[in-house]
């Protein structure tokens, strides 16, 4: 069995000039937002915009900075605190996917077998990866979930 036949296809998305009035009001009857993928006009995915990617807005200047040293393993990161920032409402129109999305994307082709699929998850310790076809066009995401739910199904449960 492949990514294909078990991914989920109707994957909520957004575009790089989505504002940022308009990203949060498309996933504001969502619990929760582990990433939103970002296409262009072709549909190519181009990169995602997660939770760190929102609280980073919250502290627009130094945020590069603030990205390159908490990379390191001996420097220690600073908390945003999101209620003592001043963050102007025209950031809300001003903003765009564009401006704060992270271009390292992870994804799976549709092609790949889903015991390579899981592998891949797990290795990376992430619970969903985006589906793309051969010409790097969004088509789906899959779950550790998704994978799991088909295997019992492939073993009669």
């Known amino acids: 069995m492949i990514v294909k036949d078990v991914m989920l296809t109707d994957v ?24 939103v993928p970002v296409v262009d006009d072709r ?7 997660a939770i760190e990617d929102l609280i980073g807005l919250f502290s627009p200047q130094g945020r590069d900075l603030q990205r390159i040293l908490s990379s390191l393993p001996f420097v220690q990161r600073e908390d945003e605190d999101i209620f003592d920032s001043d963050v102007p409402p025209e950031m809300g129109f001003l903003a765009i996917v564009d401006d704060f999305m992270n271009r390292n994307v992870v994804s799976i082709a549709e092609d790949t077998t889903l015991k390579k699929a899981y592998r891949e998850l797990t290795k990376l310790s992430l619970e969903k990866m985006l589906v793309v076809n051969a010409r790097r066009q969004l088509v789906g995401m899959i779950g550790l979930f998704d994978i799991i739910r088909a295997v019992f199904r492939e073993k009669g449960i």
């Open 12 to 35: 909520q998305y957004v575009t790089r000039s989505t504002t940022l009035s308009g990203l949060l009001k498309t996933y504001e009857r969502f619990h929760s937002l582990p990433m």
């Open 43 to 49: 549909m190519i995915l181009v990169g995602r915009v």
